[in-house]
């Protein structure tokens, strides 16, 4: 199969603005961190209504800071959920504390809040909640939780760039959330994060902290403003966006809305053509704009006599890329060493692990491409029907 033929799992949307965007970069002198650097943050912040907003080099980068910004280490329970990327556990042991899963609603397969609520010990040291697929948590009853045990949210807001949540903007609900521009994300930058926080206090930390601990704009060191000597109050990361990848970030970001609204058009189609299939597709909960990062299925295993990773090679034969969101957690050898009774009390997270496929979802899937994607997944489920 030509790769002109292969329907590819995502595909990032750039047009002549973006090229042009890099190219002025490049010849403006200055490459890394600088002016476009911090009109993208400003954009993120005016986006998402966040009186702070700092650019990163990724999402893992920006989850890393969030935590030693709030001092979590060794000793500390942070809860999350087990139906993410490998990221947002690692980071977790990255700062040496111990990540405590929670499962996930049925409906929906984001965390549930009741079992947020359970695991709350003394230890609990953040909540990690991650936005799956671009779908908002429920964050008013996460943030009750948080409020009466004084724990901060750290919002894994990698698939939820443009989301909204009761009328307000993903990034400007809770103490912190932290986006992903990673290549198959709704708005890329190549690889890229932010973090957005209403707190003052805590941006001053995350910013040093982001460049090798170094005073506030030291990074204009180079430039024309002049010489200034900067100090180090504390070792930091070198976790900072480049000018290039921002000067793609600022383009993107204007198309964001106009992204979300061509994904939304091309899930309808899906969730219409696939209904009388034995698959399940994901719930909504009300007055929420949905990213529609990703377009994840649940296959009915029971009405099929193959498995899920037997119909993946199937689809990948016909030419069809996809994926699976996610491998959960407590299913990777590490994380069964570390947590090996976490499976017990994730029934749901753990079947979710066996039965998901992410469909190709981007604004540029074409009708036919769609088409073709509906036609095979239909050939195959009813050629596989027990
Ligand atoms: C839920 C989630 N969290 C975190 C990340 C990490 O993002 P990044 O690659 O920008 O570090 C990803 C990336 O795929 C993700 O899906």
């Given at each position: ?43 993120i912040a005016d986006y998402t209504g966040a009186k702070h907003a ?115 903007a993903?990034g400007s609900l809770?103490?912190?959330t ?17 973090i957005t926080t209403h ?188």
């Amino acid at each position: 199969m030509s790769d002109h033929d292969y329907i590819h799992f995502h595909r990032y949307s750039f047009g002549p603005e973006e090229r042009e965007a890099v190219l002025a970069a490049l010849d403006s002198g200055w490459i890394t961190k600088g002016p476009r650097v911090a009109e993208f943050e400003q954009q993120i912040a005016d986006y998402t209504g966040a009186k702070h907003a700092l650019a990163l080099n990724s999402c893992t980068a920006g989850l890393h800071l969030a935590l030693r910004a709030y001092d979590i280490g060794p000793g500390d329970e942070v809860i999350t959920t087990p139906l993410t990327f490998v990221a947002t556990a690692n980071v977790i042991v990255h700062v040496g504390a111990q990540p405590v899963l929670v499962d996930v609603d049925p409906d929906t397969l984001n965390i549930d809040p009741e079992a947020i609520a359970r695991a709350i010990t003394p230890r609990t040291k953040a909540i990690i909640p991650v936005h799956y697929a671009g779908q908002p948590c429920d964050m008013a009853r996460i943030a009750e939780i948080a409020k009466a045990h004084r724990i901060p949210i750290i919002e894994d807001a990698a698939h939820a760039i443009g989301s909204h949540y009761h009328g307000q903007a993903v990034g400007s609900l809770t103490d912190v959330t932290v986006f992903s521009f990673y290549a198959t994300k709704n708005i890329t930058t190549g690889e890229g994060g932010m973090i957005t926080t209403h707190n003052d206090e805590l941006m001053a930390r995350l910013r040093p902290l982001s460049l090798h601990g170094l005073s506030q704009d030291a990074w204009k060191r180079y430039s024309a403003q002049g010489f200034r000597h900067y100090t180090v109050e504390e070792p930091g990361y070198k976790y900072n966006m480049t000018d290039i990848a921002a000067a793609l970030g600022v383009i993107q970001m204007k198309k964001c809305d106009t992204f979300t609204a061509r994904r939304q058009e091309r899930v309808q189609i899906y969730q219409q053509a696939l209904s009388h299939l034995p698959i399940s597709c994901l719930g909504s909960i009300p007055d929420i704009v949905h990213s529609h990062h990703l377009f994840p299925i649940r296959l009915q295993l029971e009405a099929l006599s193959i498995g899920r990773d037997e119909l993946l090679s199937n689809l990948q034969a016909e030419g069809i890329g996809t994926a699976v969101h996610f491998i959960p957690i407590h299913r990777h050898p590490f994380y069964q060493r570390l947590l090996p009774e976490a499976e017990k009390s994730l029934p749901i997270a753990t079947r979710a692990g066996e039965d998901l496929i992410s469909l190709p979802l981007y604004p540029d899937l074409t009708p036919t491409q769609q088409e073709r994607i509906i036609g095979v997944l239909e050939a195959q489920l009813k050629k596989s029907l027990r």
